[in-house]
């Protein structure tokens, strides 16, 4: 690969800068799977506890635990946080 020339896959320049963004790349790949793994796990599991509670009689959604989940993100990612958690909780509990 010459300096004037592209890597399509990797927009580098470089060949090394190339390799070593391919590298990187396969680690990013790997914590994808494992964000979207636990992502399933945990609507999988706040369904569970969903069914549980309305099977004993108690409420659909329980909004102080809602808000905490949500302030626990805010906290930890700043606003982009506050989506995270947004979207964590509708993939558990369905829309409102």
């Given at each position: 690969?010459?300096?004037d020339t592209l890597d399509t896959t990797t927009g580098a320049a470089a060949t090394g800068a190339a390799d070593?963004?391919?590298t990187i790349r396969e680690r990013i790949d790997e914590i994808d799977q494992a964000l979207i793994?636990?992502?399933l796990e945990r609507a999988r599991l706040s369904q569970e506890v969903g069914r549980t509670r309305m099977a004993s009689g108690g409420t659909r959604l329980v909004l102080s635990r809602e808000r905490e989940i949500v302030e626990r993100f805010r906290e930890a990612l700043g606003a982009d946080g506050t989506q995270v958690a947004l979207l964590l909780l509708r993939a558990g509990r369905?829309?409102?």
């Open positions: 690969m010459t300096a070593e963004i391919r793994d636990l992502w369905g829309p409102l």
